[in-house]
């Protein structure tokens, strides 16, 4: 019975880490399989751009009653031929916005492929495809002017080049109306994808203006087949509070219930694999976050500032940021937002997978490859782990050592298993033996493991990242299946190494281990197998090494 605690604790691990996927799978897998309830607007809207919209009133609003901001009413849009655009480039992004609000309409990410073996660049923002994703955003009044994002603005060009030598590009859309000018300003910095947003309100009327600026993201969910389906990451809403930290709301959430909540020094965003498009207020200032659902499964995310008045005679401005582009690590902390590395989506092992994923990028730094940075940070986890390891191989290499005895003892006490559990006791400890010790390295390598899965699932840097030959994609499965195979016949190499169960259930069951496993494999990123492999190349190595050393002191 000892002998089969090990074998059975082995068995359970494995089958662990396939049910954690399995169930991980399912969590990420957003919106799949809810069926999405619409939130009718219960008013009427008026036809000319420009006009207020009444906003809707919050309940227990944290700001005093002369400060609370509003929320805007979501209104459904569709994509108007008639309306002119402003085609933005810059050094990263190629960028499509409507005269109609100064809507956010298109961009494209010129650093990123939309696939390994498409040079189109990647486009994250689009409102005549799938998934539809835009962002808008205006200002609103009770009385008075004030353009939402309905009303046509004028524009002084039809595009704008960041060109070489600028470090950024300003691009205007202006409004007047009843001796108030609006300014909406769009800044786009070279080497970012941060964009300045600011609307600018010059009265020159005899009354003062009061009204509050508002910005949102609208989106549709994915499209079935958008991700391969052996790939379920969380798209959505996610939130950002100092006091809540990270919040995921999903498009059920926002079919389910309108949010409504007073944040300080937090950020808004939809996230998608690889990508976001996020919003960040100014910092110190408290925002009404809130969500919409429209018809047509379309999904708004936004939020809505403080009450601001501009005298007479005077000038006013609101501002704001977006960041749209890939979830790159580097950029997202150097970001005035908290916590916006956190769309970065780890998991519970993010405080494992965080420094992994550091040790990871300086490797890179070095070496350049980021295939060969998995080997030698695969090498390191093993040098980390050495001593840890070697007790573990020399206590299997024991219990292989004294297998013909343990043998013995269940011949020659088949009919009495407590007489053999207590032989078989005594001999582990005769010879100084820890059944359990040659599963140590199996349940220290699971957390590791699983950490670096999301680390090479979640990780935009090795997005079509290449190693060799024919791997060109470090995060896909590998397409000739050449490294899962490798994989299987090092993992029944390794359990030929290990001391083999005398029950021959259990014997037949650890050889078909490796074989599904194998099959399993052939479903993950290449990279998190080239780690796998890596891995039970230099264990076999090590452990070999150390039966070796056990066998000449047994026969010294």
Not at 264 to 271: E, S, V
Not at 361 to 381: A, Q
Not at 487 to 510: C, E, K, S, V, W
Request: one cysteine or more; aromatic letters at 12%.
């Amino acid at each position: 019975m000892e002998n089969q605690r090990p074998f059975f604790l082995i068995v359970i691990v494995l089958f662990a880490v396939l049910l954690y996927f399995a169930w991980d799978q399912q969590q990420r897998a957003g919106i799949d399989g809810v069926v999405h309830e619409t939130v009718e607007e219960d008013m009427e809207l008026p036809d000319r751009p420009g006009e207020p919209v009444e906003p809707v009133e919050p309940a227990a609003p944290a700001f005093a009653d002369d400060e609370r901001p509003t929320e805007p009413v979501a209104v459904d849009e569709v994509r108007d031929a008639e309306i002119p655009r402003v085609l933005v480039r810059t050094d990263l992004m190629e960028v499509e916005i409507s005269a109609r609000g100064g809507e956010i309409r298109r961009v494209d990410l010129l650093q990123h492929r939309q696939d390994v073996g498409d040079p189109t660049p990647f486009r994250l923002m689009q409102d005549d495809g799938e998934p539809f994703f835009v962002a808008q955003g205006g200002l609103q009044s009770r009385e008075g002017p004030a353009p939402d994002h309905r009303t046509v603005y004028r524009i002084e060009r039809d595009a704008y080049e960041l060109r070489e030598g600028m470090e950024y590009v300003e691009v205007p859309f202006q409004w007047n109306d009843e001796g108030v000018e609006f300014r909406k300003v769009f800044r786009f910095h070279r080497d970012s994808y941060l964009v300045d947003v600011r609307h600018e309100v010059l009265n020159r009327s005899d009354g003062s203006w009061r009204g509050y600026q508002y910005i949102q993201l609208r989106r549709a969910p994915d499209p079935p087949g958008m991700s391969p389906w052996y790939i379920h990451t969380y798209s959505g809403g996610v939130i950002y509070s100092p006091e809540d930290r990270y919040e995921k709301i999903s498009f059920s959430d926002m079919a389910g219930a309108a949010l409504s909540r007073d944040i300080r020094d937090g950020w808004a965003a939809m996230i998608q694999h690889y990508f976001l498009g996020a919003i960040i207020p100014p910092r110190g200032e408290p925002y009404r976050y809130f969500t919409r659902s429209l018809p047509g499964e379309h999904y708004i995310l936004g939020m809505s500032s403080g009450w601001g008045t501009v005298a007479a005679g005077d000038e006013g401005v609101f501002t704001n940021q977006l960041f749209i582009g890939p979830k790159e690590q580097d950029r997202l902390t150097v970001v005035d937002a908290e916590g916006l590395r956190l769309t970065v989506d780890y998991g519970f092992l993010t405080i494992i997978a965080n420094p992994l994923f550091w040790l990871l990028d300086k490797i890179h730094d070095f070496v350049g490859n980021w295939g060969w940075s998995i080997i030698i940070l695969t090498l390191l986890i093993k040098l980390a782990f050495y001593k840890l390891s070697a007790m573990s191989y020399r206590s299997m290499a024991n219990m292989r050592r004294v297998q013909p005895r343990m043998q013995q003892i269940r011949e020659r006490y088949s009919d009495d298993r407590q007489r053999m559990n207590q032989a078989l006791m005594e001999l582990y400890k005769k010879e100084k033996i820890n059944p359990l010790g040659g599963c140590l390295p199996i349940l220290v390598q699971i957390p590791v493991f699983i950490a670096l899965y999301w680390v090479l699932l979640e990780s935009v840097e090795l997005r079509h990242a290449p190693f060799i030959l024919w791997l060109n994609d470090l995060s896909s499965r590998d397409p000739f299946f050449v490294l899962p195979v490798l994989m299987g016949l090092t993992m029944f190499l390794q359990m030929r190494l290990n001391p083999a169960p005398m029950d021959p259930i259990q014997q037949r069951i650890m050889q078909v281990l490796p074989i599904v496993f194998t099959g399993f494999f052939m479903l993950f990123p290449s990279g998190l197998v080239l780690y796998w492999l890596s891995n039970n190349v230099l264990s076999i190595a090590q452990q070999w090494v150390i039966m070796r050393s056990v066998e000449k002191q047994q026969n010294a």
